[in-house]
């Protein structure tokens, strides 16, 4: 019965539902694009959206016998389906390559180009063997790991997968049970299923799309509450909630905190601005001298921190040696002056009895006031 109902409706009415509902979701991605203009892919979808419409409309007018019109038509489509590829490719801050377009129109040219020599059943798969082909693309960009946590992308490989199957199976049906006599485009009861399958992916997609940028955009809020808007290191929340989650490891947690001597002389001297300048270019050291797995953060006015996992006390000592000799040696001009920082550091390793966070953080400030007692521009380690 619910065969029966399915190869009973209207073609037609499914393209133009299809050209509608794409028409709808390039016109809210236009509008996202008009408040985020500096994410491309959003222009990427607008356009992949809107001419799939345009080809779906067409398949609606056209004569889907004559040849060169479903060329035409077709070009639409996997122009459209390329354009999806590319908005992934964007999103997913990966490179896009324009020319692809071009070769995916020219391969659709070869089955239409040999039409004298082979069947339309050949041509019939050839041409959903390459709308499958776009869609293992799409795929392939949404699987590959890019560090991101984006639950989302899982919705669009189900979306994408189903109509990829889709295709799949007009393949099949083309190359494998299609009679040698049949049309290019078969209007029979699996194209009303590919076309009820492409309307669910439609809607799926689109929600899944959406729903896709806006975890990116939680995650990049989130991040923001753990920046430090001047040097772009972690904050003093975000190292306290790195330190916390070091807990269970603290006999094997090692911690660095490091302070710009005379900092509110760089300041009252040459000016807020050097000021500003002395902490960027400090910030870039560490960051140039620490490892990634470390955590670097700028915790307070001038004072920075680094929590060293599975680190010796020794090597924490020699990294620290190492950061400071690093900014003795980077003078830099500001105006007229030429202005010269060093820093003090303390290095403090967590041992058998120590059991809370405070201890580590008073331990490895001791260090670094004995430092600075000590003359500063030096590393010094707490006496356990």
Partial sequence: MIIQYITNIDPNSLFIVNAISLAAFSIAFFCIWMKQRDRVYWLYWVAANFILSLGFTAFVIIDRTQMMQLIIVNGFM??????????????????????????????????????????????????????????????RELIRPNGEVLPSRWGLVIAYSIVGVGFLVRVGQGWIAGPQNMTLLPNDGLLT????????????????????????????????????????????????????????????????LLDID??????????????????????????????KKDVVARIGGEEFAVILPDTT???????????????????????????????????????AGVTSLSDITKKADVSLYMAKNKGRNRVEIFAA
């Fill in 193 to 256: 299923v590919l076309l009820l399958t492409i309307s669910v992916h439609i809607v799926a997609s689109g929600a899944f799309a959406i729903s896709l940028a806006y975890e990116r955009g939680i995650s990049e809020l989130k991040q923001m509450t753990l920046l430090d808007p001047l040097t772009e290191l972690y904050n003093r929340r975000a190292f306290e909630l790195a330190l916390a989650g070091q807990k269970p490891d603290l006999e094997s947690l090692t911690l660095i």
């Fill in 313 to 351: 006390l020794n090597e924490a000592y020699d990294f620290a040696e190492r950061a400071r000799k690093a900014v003795e040696d980077d003078a830099f001009e500001h105006g007229s002056n030429i202005v010269r920082l060093t820093i003090s550091a303390g290095v403090c390793q967590t041992v």
């Fill in 78 to 139: 996997v122009m459209g389906i390329a354009l999806r590829w590319q908005a992934l490719r964007s999103f997913f801050y990966r490179k896009n390559y324009i020319e692809v377009n071009i070769v995916i129109l020219l391969v659709l040219l070869v089955p239409y180009s040999l039409s004298s020599y082979v069947s339309n059943s050949f041509i019939f798969g050839f041409v959903n063997l390459l709308f499958f082909i776009e869609i293992v693309l799409v795929l």
């Fill in 262 to 291: 005379h900092f509110k002389r760089v300041n009252d001297v040459y000016g807020h601005e050097a000021g500003d300048v002395a902490l960027k270019r400090c910030a870039n050291i560490l960051t140039t001298v620490f490892r």
